[in-house]
């Protein structure tokens, strides 16, 4: 099995081209990681407590419009 360390030293080696390929795709990966993590705490409710408290605080006017 591939370690990390293996995949450090192979991202190294990779050519400057490649390895903007490589970093696109990794930050697509990665922020598909992110939004499934955040999908899964919002479906078991983990997140309840946060959008109560920021509900409560835009109704006692402490927000403001973006």
């Known amino acids: 099995m591939t370690t990390a360390e293996d ?3 192979a991202v190294e080696r990779l050519p ?3 390895l903007a390929r490589f970093r696109a795709w990794f930050e697509a990966f990665d922020a598909e990681q992110f939004d499934a993590a ?4 919002a479906e078991a409710g ?10 409560a605080a835009h109704r006692a006017g402490q927000s403001r419009e973006l």
Request: aromatic share 0%; proline share 5%; charged share 50%.
């Open 7 to 9: 995949i450090e030293k």
């Open 16 to 18: 400057p081209r490649e």
């Open 38 to 41: 955040i999908a899964r705490d």
């Open 46 to 55: 983990r997140l309840d407590d946060l959008a109560a408290e920021a509900l």
